[in-house]
């Protein structure tokens, strides 16, 4: 009889719900063959084992190594294709996320891989950038600066050498779309950051991945290897190659002139620009640093064409977003669709409302940097221009939820903490406001605080906003403010006087 | 996680040597010298300097900007509790308090401290499983207080029985 083929996921947080588990239990199983594919990013049903029926795959939840004869036979599953928090979703820079297996190139090939390079390859750079333009992709690492912008300039700056580095460095808590695409989908990597080297005119690329990503630069470095001995680097007239590098651990490194910094070995501090890195970046040469998703958006962009990107999304923010849910959800997940839909609708719709037992309090859009949003505000669509015009930041595209047991103080002091730890130290607003900030905030927590201090808070954080280097201290203040601005009495009840 | 450390100083610097026309680079030679000692002996700067040609001003201040560059040699166990925001909505510190309640019952006990060492960190990418702990590589998530227990026994087991070593003194 030939074994049945099980799919099961090797995404990192699926191997933590239970997959490796699954995997040690069931390795001597001869009526079965496991295949090791990437997460569809419905982590609540994971581990989740997936096989193949005449409908299309057919899905069991939450599995545990005892359930194995009720999936052999066939017993229990649920269609993947009706499982509501993915059939609500439009996946394209996430197509191939459950199904294939990731460092299978034949696999990334059948499905449409590397066809976005052939068509660049049969553009001129120029007409790359047109594309680009047409589409009207935008960073996906938290400035959404206009990508063609970026491109167009490191085109038409001259020299004998240039770089693409993917800024891999994830730094924002609460996301992980990254890893996910790093693990799960690697080749998709690999060949935007080619389409962007062919744009520009790059022979070189690097990789800056972080530290607590090791099976991610793992995929990374296997996938690399892989595409060299194919001969997909060695590309009509010039020759290209890639190399991962590992960070150590500094949130400010993700700020591409700091991540240049560290790249080249240095203490990774922010840089006064100009000059961007798209004229001097990497050893004083045209780069362009990029988002891991900015890159993993481009191999369909090439393929379909500028106006089908253009065709999915809002006005000024087009395309679909990759979001991430988590905190206190009862679905936490990657959730990819088109811009434009509420925050409320996301998080009816795929988060499922609160974990058991919890309410909600407020909502953190953007990672450490993102305001607050109350139940009262969460009407907001997602898209850049809404966001920006509320003061908020999409970022990322990280959602985290707070419960009603969520200590505002507290969590406004943990952000100032937070930035003044991993302030780089270059600009005294964001070195010396920070520990003021925290400082502020702990003695109002200890009950030592009085209502003067909250207007200093609001000082400092206006000042903050106004004066530093980069968007680390320039942001900071924004989830600190935004609390104070939405659960008042909490801070004054704590801060008499 | 630090078992297995044989290599001295010397072979590693030796593999990190540049050669021109590349550039020397301090954070990866630092990185390389904790992978295979487990941390970086502060002892070990001038040597490092002196095989890159930098100076010792240079590579002590790459070590102390670098959060997860050790320059103390950890326990046999690193444990790490995240308090990112997703683990933090999800109540990671009282997570953090039951795995210090458990490996510290006599705070400065010398045996633990050399058994484990714990620790924070920002984010593991696990937000979707918070509250997520790593023990040495291996990540955990959706851990509850009451698990902490039995998650450190088994995975400190664990690595007993996997590979390597037997290592009869955990
Ligand atoms: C403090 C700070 C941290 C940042 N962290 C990241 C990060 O982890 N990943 C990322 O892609 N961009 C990060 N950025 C944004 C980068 O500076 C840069 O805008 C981005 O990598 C450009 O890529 P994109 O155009 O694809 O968004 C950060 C910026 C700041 C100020
Ligand atoms: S916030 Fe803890 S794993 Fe991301």
Redesign the interface.
Known sequence: MTPIRLYLSND??S???GAEQLADAWRDRSEIQLIHTSSR?A??L?PMVERDTPGGREAWFNVRPNDLPRIVAGVGGTKVAEIPFLQQQTRFTFANFGITEPLALDEYQSRGGFKGLAVAQSLSPEAIVDALRLSGLRGRGGAAFPVWKKWQVAQQTESEQKYVVANAD???????S??MMMEGDPFRLIEGMMICARAIGATRGYLYCR????A?AWAMQFAIQKAREADLFDCDDYPFDLEV???????VCGEETALLE?L?????VVLAKPPYPAVSGL?GKPTIVSNVLTFATLPNILAQGGAWHASLGTEGSRGTMAL?????VKQ???VEVPFGLTLRDVLDRFGGGMAPGARLKAV?VG??LGSLFPESQLDIPICYDAFAGAGAILGHG?I????A??DMVD?AR?FMA?TA?ESCGKCTPCRVGSVRGREILERIQSGQGTSEDLMLLSDLGETMKSASLCALGGRAPYPVLTAIEHFPEEFRLKAKG | MTTGHNSTLADVLERCRPVPPA?????????AVQSALGHIPMSGILQIAQVLGVTDA?VA??LS?????RTQPTGRHLIRA??????????SARVLRAIQDYLCPAAGDASQAERFTVDT??????????P?VMID?H????VTPSDVPSLLEAQVLRRKTEGGRPKAED
């Open positions: 990192s947080s191997r933590a719900a990013g982590f609540f994971e994830e730094g924002d808590a609460g996301t992980y990254d890893r530290y607590e990503y090791p991610a590098v590992i960070g150590a651990g500094s949130y560290s080249e070995g240095r203490r990774g050893y991430q849910i988590g905190g206190r936490p997940g990657l953190q990672g450490p990280g985290v939820v707070y419960d047991e969520t969590l943990h937070f730890d | 550039s020397p680079n301090i954070l990866k030679t630092l990185l240079q201040g790459v900007y670098y959060s997860d560059l995240c308090m990112g925001e997703s683990c933090m909505a999800n109540h960190m920002s984010c593991a990418g696990n937000c979707a499983m918070s997520t590589e990540l955990c998530g959706r």
